[in-house]
């Protein structure tokens, strides 16, 4: 399995990823290997819910194994930071079944 140069292009970057849990986890990537295990700093889970706001649990360094990992991408930090996710109200993402 090739990770190619996708991931190297972010590295120092915020990042979003959804585990196939349904998990979403954002923070900065500081490195990952050739599984996919991916390296988080200052990362945060999103909880989100259609009753109440969206909850920012902290984490800080986080360590997401590769095989949990559903999708990573990258977060445009503008268009993040003008959200208020107090009021955003959404269905928590079901698992990821194979």
């Known amino acids: 399995m090739s990770v190619g140069p996708g991931l190297e292009s972010l590295v120092d970057q915020t990042i979003s990823v959804i585990t196939n849990d349904g998990r979403n986890i954002v923070g900065v990537l500081k490195g990952f290997d050739q599984a996919t295990n991916i390296i988080l700093d200052e990362s945060h889970e999103r909880v989100f819910s259609t ?6 649990l902290v984490l800080g360094l986080y360590i997401i194994r590769g095989d949990n990992i559903s999708i990573v991408g990258e977060l445009d930090a503008d268009l993040d930071s003008s959200l208020d996710w107090s009021k955003m109200r959404a269905y928590p993402l079901k698992p990821v079944i194979h």
């Open 51 to 56: 009753k109440e706001g969206v909850q920012q």
